[in-house]
């Protein structure tokens, strides 16, 4: 008997030689493992196709038919979405005449508002310590609120560069003032800033018509307009507010005259003095309003155009449009994914949570397994191996088996004498 070691490597060679089927077989439970996994997704989908498609009572030829009609279904409604996507990203705008013979007295005159640029009145400026800091007698507060109220007199919406003045300054010693109610204190007041109105060449009395309303250029005073609290006044006693015109030409709708008065500036501020104009429809803010210097007399001519805009024109970006919708556009996806695959945001849902829950789950399950099994692989590879070879029996060995064979030979002697000698004693025993 021959002792013989192999070495790890051999064994390991021995061991890749059987890889191949053992990795098919892996492959085989892998593969229907995730069968498996989507037949279970497939008996709870709303997906229509997708259902019929994994199937567990399906044949092969009902699989193939759901097949092609679900990537069909798929495929159109991904061409769709992309011709939608096109479309909205190219942002086609068309405009189309509705009528050239519209009356115009029909249409509301527009919204003038009138600002001057330089926003407030400083002749003002000591009654509105009085009212806001009337216990304050520290100078160097009094200095710092004067320096904030001036930072508004050239403030505009999106423009607020005339702060950048109080960036170091301790403005959390007047954070209890609310400087929205300092500055409409200080604000020009209708008939500081309005004279001399007419409308259709008959005067009116201009605090009547006008009302001071937000804009852009912080407040100024509005003609016409229905979003004030004037304006909605104005709207219930006369039914006719906002007024209209049907004439054209000098006088034929708005006169006004303002008063600038710069002796009622801001001295800190050495800049051109005018007023600015906006000229809108109600509840629209103006983007860039008209600067009218002083001591001139400007006609602006409107023409009466008016435009409206269907649910299209939601598609084109407000770049284009020159406005802003309150609420934004939502892309024809959902109802596509409907009308194709009969699928709603609750079967995306789902597709989405087997997609990243259930299958990463089942792969990181089959990975651990594969390691666990390659791993007791290594285990088995790093063992020793004995093998035990018989060349030729030895001396010991045949005399081993030659002494069976004579035990076995002499055995049903043994016992014959045996059953001799309990027998000759029991009758012994008898007999006496």
């Known amino acids: 008997m021959t002792l013989a070691y192999l ?15 053992a990795r098919n077989a892996v492959l085989r439970q892998l593969g229907q493992a995730a069968w498996q996994l989507a037949m279970r997704f497939g008996k709870r989908t709303t997906i229509h196709g997708l259902d019929k498609l994994l199937a567990a009572q399906a044949s092969r030829t009902e699989r193939f038919v759901w097949l092609c009609t679900f990537i069909s279904a798929f495929l159109g409604a991904v061409y769709v979405c992309l011709i939608l996507s096109q479309r909205y990203n190219d942002g086609n705008f068309q405009t189309v005449v509705d009528s050239t013979r519209y009356p115009v007295y029909r249409i509301a005159f527009p919204v003038i508002t009138i600002c001057n640029h330089n926003r407030l009145n400083w002749q003002r400026l000591p009654l509105a310590k009085q009212r806001f800091m009337a216990n304050v007698s520290d100078v160097a507060q009094l ?8 930072s508004f007199d050239a403030m505009s919406f999106g423009h607020f560069e005339s702060f ?16 929205s109610h300092v500055v409409d204190f200080m604000t020009w007041k209708c008939d500081e800033l309005l004279t001399d109105c007419k409308w259709r060449k008959f005067p009116h009395d201009c605090c009547e018509i006008f009302s001071k309303r937000r804009s852009k250029n912080g407040l100024c005073w509005a003609f016409n307009s229905l979003e004030t609290v004037e304006g909605k006044r104005m709207q ?10 049907g004439s054209a030409g000098p006088m034929s709708a708005l006169f006004v005259r303002v008063l600038i008065q710069p002796d ?40 009466p ?12 970006s407000s770049d284009q449009r020159q406005c802003v919708f309150d609420v934004s556009f939502q892309f024809s996806f959902g109802g596509i994914a409907g009308l194709f695959l009969g ?31 390659k791993r007791r692989m290594d285990t088995a ?19 081993i088996m030659q002494l069976k064979v004579e035990q076995a030979a002499q055995k049903p002697t043994s016992q014959f004498q045996k059953w001799q000698r309990q027998t000759f004693a029991h009758k012994h025993v008898i007999s006496k």
């Open 7 to 21: 070495p790890p490597a051999r064994s390991l060679q021995v061991q890749q030689r059987s890889l191949p089927p």
């Open 236 to 245: 219930l006693l006369d039914p006719l507010w906002p007024w209209r015109t």
């Open 305 to 316: 155009t008016i435009y409206f805009y269907d649910n299209e024109t939601r598609s084109v």
């Open 343 to 373: 699928c709603s945001l609750i079967s995306g849902m789902e597709l989405a949570y087997f997609l990243c829950i259930e299958v990463p789950a089942f792969g990181i399950r089959e990975l651990r397994q594969r390691l666990l099994a």
């Open 143 to 150: 200095k710092l609120f004067e320096r904030i109220v001036s």
């Open 264 to 303: 009622k500036h801001w001295p800190g501020r050495v800049n051109e003095k005018a007023i600015d104009v906006m000229v809108t429809e109600p509840y629209v803010w103006h983007k860039d309003p008209f600067r009218i210097p002083a001591d001139t007399e400007t006609t602006l001519e409107i023409e």
């Open 164 to 179: 950048e003045q109080l960036r170091n300054e301790p403005t959390h010693q007047l954070s209890h003032i609310n400087f």
């Open 381 to 399: 590879a790093a063992t020793p191996t004995i093998n035990l070879r018989q060349n030729m029996p030895s001396q010991l060995e045949q005399y």
